[in-house]
């Protein structure tokens, strides 16, 4: 959920509301989002949005632990002085043991969720330059007296199946030609500033040149190769299988998979082939049939 287009309260009730539905089966995931959205769509100011965040944070763990909504901070007081306004808690029954991930980037906002966070959502995440984001976090975690290992890390990529690699990789070029180029200004673009920190500046700065000028199709051409591999899992099943161990190597705990396929059955079938080698790596029982089921993702322990 983006913090901007709802109020704490109502994010904390319509999270309560959703884990009593799902039986538990549920985790709050916030994200402060960027300029272009937060002022563009919600009407709202993007200053601050890290003390935004953090006190969202605070004012929804109030909340699921039952207590009344008492809280002076920057951009939330509640209640709100010199009105009627009354301290006031939530009518759903307490639910403190929800967790809630951060979905950040920017170095300041991955320590806010190693401080502040049961886990973490990453997106312009490769294994092989984990250190880029994984380092901020730790360093947050610390604060609290915590390391990486009590986080829930969560990335991941597309992945497929196959030899035409080359096909694969052309492919996703224009994705993330849209990401490095169209989400975020030319100021603000927290995906693009990942892929420089984890070392491909001039290409994502080439790109993002090309997208914003209307050149799309170039931008799309000069994604570099070895980004789009270092982003996904695609190949052989061997190359597949080795991508989920660089990913187990660097620390991460659940691995999120959006499987190729033109219609629901190739995505279940790619899906499940990659839940058995998950299993697999992780030491565990390889069944007779590949997993089904509607969630792209699949926990390591």
């Known amino acids: 959920m983006q913090i901007s287009a709802r109020a704490p309260s109502m994010t904390a009730m319509t999270a309560l509301t959703l884990a009593t539905l799902s039986e538990n089966r549920f985790a709050l995931g916030l994200g402060a989002s960027g300029p272009q959205v937060v002022e563009g769509l919600h009407g709202v100011a993007f200053a601050q949005p890290l003390t935004r965040l953090r006190e969202t944070v605070e ?9 009344k909504l008492v809280y002076q901070g920057r951009h939330f007081v509640l209640p709100r002085p010199g009105g009627e306004g009354k301290a006031l808690r939530l009518a759903h029954p307490p639910n403190p043991g929800i967790p809630i991930y951060l979905a950040t980037l920017g170095p300041r906002g991955l320590e806010l969720a190693g401080e502040l966070a049961d886990g973490w959502l990453g997106t312009s995440f490769m294994p092989e330059h984990a250190d880029a984001f994984l380092s901020h976090i730790a360093r947050g975690a610390a604060l609290r007296g915590r390391t990486l290992k009590d986080l829930d890390l969560q990335v991941g990529g597309g992945v497929e199946f196959g030899s035409d690699v080359e096909r694969m990789v052309r492919q996703r070029k224009p994705q993330l030609a849209f990401t490095l180029g169209a989400m975020g200004s030319r100021r603000h673009n927290f995906y693009n500033a ?60 659940t691995l999120r998979l959006a499987p190729a396929g033109t219609t629901l059955e190739k995505r279940l079938d790619v899906l499940g082939r990659a839940i058995e080698l998950v299993r697999e790596e992780c030491g565990g029982k390889k069944s007779d049939s590949q997993a089904r089921g509607p969630a792209a993702s699949s926990r390591k322990e």
């Open 59 to 67: 004012i929804v763990r109030m909340a699921f632990r039952g207590e």
């Open 194 to 253: 990942a892929y420089r920190r984890a070392g491909f500046e001039d290409a994502a700065a080439e790109v993002q040149a090309l997208w914003l000028e209307g050149q799309r199709e170039e931008a799309a051409a000069r994604v570099p190769d070895e980004l789009v591999m270092k982003s996904h899992l695609l190949g052989t099943e061997e190359m597949v299988r080795e991508r989920i161990r660089l990913y187990r190597a660097v620390g991460v705990t």
